[in-house]
């Protein structure tokens, strides 16, 4: 029986991982998670600089980074957390990259309200290999879609540029662990204008995981920039910055309200869905046009419906 094919021989670049001299490479020193960030880095550049046409800034807003195995497994159990202070870092990063091209009287128009990162390992990944699938607009590439992809070989260390179909990425296993959404901050300031929006800075950062089948044990992350937002369910239409939308039939539309006080410093959350338990104590549901609310600590722990958790920590 003839053996299927594997990944690279199906889009055609095997050789470019294969020793032509048949001299068993060095072993390859372990990525460390600085070159993970600047990899990161030098995609978004890459994506403005491919993209963007005109007057437009055009970029890249979900980002799969690719590892062997044996690397992804390093950077989860020696490292374990890593990823998220990489993402936090990589889109400090992009703004600032973002507010410098908007000094350049170019327009920097989002096509999406959010950023995506997914860490994720193939078996056909050698030690030491990192490679690249940027998409513009997350949750709306169609199958039968290209991809970008950017692979960097053992062989030449040299980053190879190619389009490959969505069909070929039955092979990738996607970590909840590595599952990162941070919501886009549509408010650029020119660099060198004087002016601070205080609207911009992190005042909190919320994880949940979804136990529904379509994103089974994915795992969402918000960065709150308002003073007071809504979480809400799948129903919700809206698409704004103080919107944390949690996809999950088991989240109201709305759920919850969460504003930060600036007199105290402290955070009170408010709840209009069905259940709401925080710290593991039911709070008291009220009406959407007459909240009551209750105090929510950092670190504290809140659980929708019995199902969804969301936890609140610092930015």
Same mark, same amino acid.
């Given at each position: 029986?003839?053996?299927?094919?594997?990944?690279?021989?199906?889009?055609?670049?095997?050789?470019? $991982?294969?020793?032509?001299?048949?001299?068993?490479?060095?072993?390859?020193?372990?990525?460390?998670?600085?070159? @993970?960030?600047?990899?990161?880095?030098?995609?978004?550049?890459? +994506?403005?600089?491919?993209?963007? $046409?005109?007057?437009?800034?055009?970029?890249?807003? *979900?980002?799969?980074?690719?590892? %062997?195995?044996?690397?992804?497994?390093?950077?989860?159990?020696?490292?374990?957390?890593?990823?998220?202070?990489?993402?936090?870092?990589?889109?400090?990063?992009?703004?600032?990259?973002?507010?410098?091209?908007?000094?350049?009287?170019?327009?920097?128009?989002?096509?999406?309200?959010?950023?995506?990162?997914?860490? /994720?390992?193939?078996?056909?990944?050698?030690?030491?290999?990192?490679?690249?699938?940027?998409?513009?607009?997350?949750?709306?590439?169609?199958?039968?879609?290209?991809?970008? /992809?950017?692979?960097?070989?053992?062989?030449?260390? =040299?980053?190879?540029?190619?389009?490959?179909?969505?069909?070929?990425?039955?092979?990738?296993?996607?970590? +909840? !662990?590595?599952?990162?959404? /941070?919501?886009?901050?549509?408010?650029?300031?020119?660099?060198?204008?004087? =002016?601070?929006?205080?609207?911009?800075?992190?005042?909190?950062?919320? *994880?949940?995981?979804?136990?529904?089948?379509?994103?089974?044990?994915?795992?969402?992350?918000?960065?709150?920039?308002?003073?007071?937002?809504?979480? +809400?369910?799948?129903?919700?239409?809206?698409?704004?910055?103080?919107?944390?939308?949690?996809? +999950? !039939?088991? @989240?109201?539309?709305?759920? =919850?309200?969460?504003?930060?006080?600036?007199?105290?410093?402290?955070?009170?959350?408010?709840?209009?869905?069905?259940?709401?338990? @925080?710290?593991?104590? @039911?709070?008291?549901?009220?009406?959407?046009?007459?909240?009551?609310?209750?105090? =929510?600590?950092? %670190?504290?722990?809140?659980?929708?419906?019995?199902?969804?958790?969301?936890?609140?920590?610092?930015?």
């Amino acid at each position: 029986m003839k053996s299927e094919a594997n990944f690279w021989k199906r889009i055609g670049i095997q050789s470019w $991982f294969l020793n032509d001299t048949g001299i068993t490479s060095a072993k390859p020193k372990t990525l460390t998670p600085n070159e @993970v960030y600047r990899y990161i880095i030098e995609k978004f550049r890459e +994506s403005i600089s491919t993209l963007s $046409f005109a007057e437009r800034v055009v970029f890249y807003h *979900e980002y799969i980074i690719c590892f %062997n195995p044996d690397d992804y497994k390093g950077f989860m159990e020696n490292k374990r957390g890593i990823f998220g202070l990489i993402v936090q870092e990589a889109v400090k990063k992009f703004y600032e990259i973002l507010t410098q091209s908007k000094t350049d009287l170019r327009v920097v128009e989002p096509s999406s309200n959010k950023w995506v990162f997914r860490f /994720v390992s193939h078996p056909e990944y050698e030690k030491g290999d990192m490679g690249f699938i940027g998409r513009l607009l997350p949750g709306t590439t169609h199958k039968d879609e290209s991809l970008r /992809v950017t692979f960097i070989p053992r062989q030449t260390g =040299l980053a190879q540029t190619f389009d490959i179909n969505q069909e070929n990425l039955k092979g990738f296993t996607f970590y +909840s !662990e590595g599952y990162y959404e /941070v919501p886009y901050i549509n408010e650029l300031i020119p660099e060198g204008s004087g =002016l601070n929006d205080v609207r911009n800075i992190p005042i909190a950062r919320f *994880e949940t995981i979804l136990p529904d089948k379509a994103y089974t044990g994915q795992k969402v992350e918000y960065i709150m920039t308002d003073e007071e937002i809504v979480v +809400s369910g799948s129903d919700e239409s809206r698409d704004k910055s103080n919107i944390f939308k949690i996809p +999950s !039939e088991w @989240v109201d539309t709305p759920h =919850l309200s969460i504003k930060h006080n600036k007199s105290d410093s402290k955070f009170y959350v408010s709840s209009y869905g069905e259940k709401t338990v @925080v710290n593991e104590q @039911v709070i008291t549901k009220s009406d959407i046009n007459a909240p009551v609310w209750t105090e =929510l600590p950092i %670190n504290s722990k809140m659980i929708l419906n019995g199902i969804i958790g969301i936890n609140i920590f610092k930015p």
